[in-house]
């Protein structure tokens, strides 16, 4: 339960819900009033959104129900996300996506674009959207949607992946825009989309491995414990002999990813001031190496 969480875990939950805020801002902002759509399961609820308003006439003034058919969407998500992926994952996933849908509801959607440009609304919308996303995955949230199901599946099938499923969705999604709309909504959209995946890569850091090297004198396993146990990453070490000093010494290999390096920098100058490390971002990784969404 939330009084259960460390003081820590509370500060990440409400950098996750800053980060909603921000992705509702660009989506009602920029990307409604453009009648454009997103990816994802937020995508779906859209079209089921203008659907609805189209052939039954419904109407809650200016305000889309968009965020709430995404609630209730996930619903059926959230059970498979606590007894599938984790307790903790599944109460950062509803909060998030509860704060989301809050947000949605909240927000004033303009009467009119803010921009006549749609090319303009699509690149404003998709920065602050993927922005905010990003923000909320550094925070330990995640958006649910295809992001549970994803990791339901790579789960079970380990060629599989979560970024491979948003690709089949938002393929179907933009077709369904094809057909239902117009071929102009689907490029919009898929530019708004581009924008929003670079905001997203530039502000999320959990997407960029890191390969480490540590290379310390006193005893190596209170880092590689952490390692193991505090970031979940696999470590190898093997001792070695300084060719200056011709000193022993004990070099220590993990591949964590950027976001994870800033913590284990953090730990080894509590353990040994005098180790010294060196990291290179975007490693090239083969086989089984999770990206963690917190």
Known sequence: MLWKLERKDIVRLLIAVVGM??????????????????GGVMGISQI??????????????GTDIAGIINFVLNIPLFFLAY????????????????????????????????????????????????AGMGIALRGGGSSGGADILGMFITKRHQEFS???????????????????????????????????????????TQNISTGVFIFTKEEPQRVMAYILTDLVR????????GGYTNQETNIIFTVV????????????RQV????????????????KFEKHLS
């Open 83 to 130: 007894f599938s992926i984790g307790r903790g994952f599944f109460i950062r996933t509803v909060i998030c996506i509860f704060s989301q849908t809050l947000f949605l509801t909240l927000i004033p959607i303009p009467a009119a674009p803010l921009v006549e440009d749609t090319i303009t609304a699509s690149l404003m919308g998709g920065i602050l959207a993927g």
């Open 48 to 61: 089921l959104r203008t659907l609805l308003i189209r052939y039954t006439d419904f109407s809650m003034g």
């Open 162 to 204: 979560v970024g491979r499923l948003n690709l089949i969705i938002n393929c179907c999604i933009y077709l369904a825009c094809a057909l239902l709309f117009d071929i102009k909504v689907v490029i919009y959209c898929i530019i708004y989309s581009a924008a929003s995946a670079l905001a997203l890569d530039k502000t999320h």
């Open 234 to 241: 696999g470590v190898t070490y093997w001792e070695a002999r």
């Open 21 to 38: 805020f921000i992705y509702s801002v660009g989506v009602n902002t920029f990307i409604v009033p453009a009648d454009l759509y997103s």
């Open 272 to 287: 040994d001031p005098a180790a010294f490390l060196v990291s290179k971002e975007n490693v090239a990784v083969e086989g």
């Open 257 to 268: 990813s950027k976001h994870e390096l800033s913590a284990l920098k953090h730990k080894l």
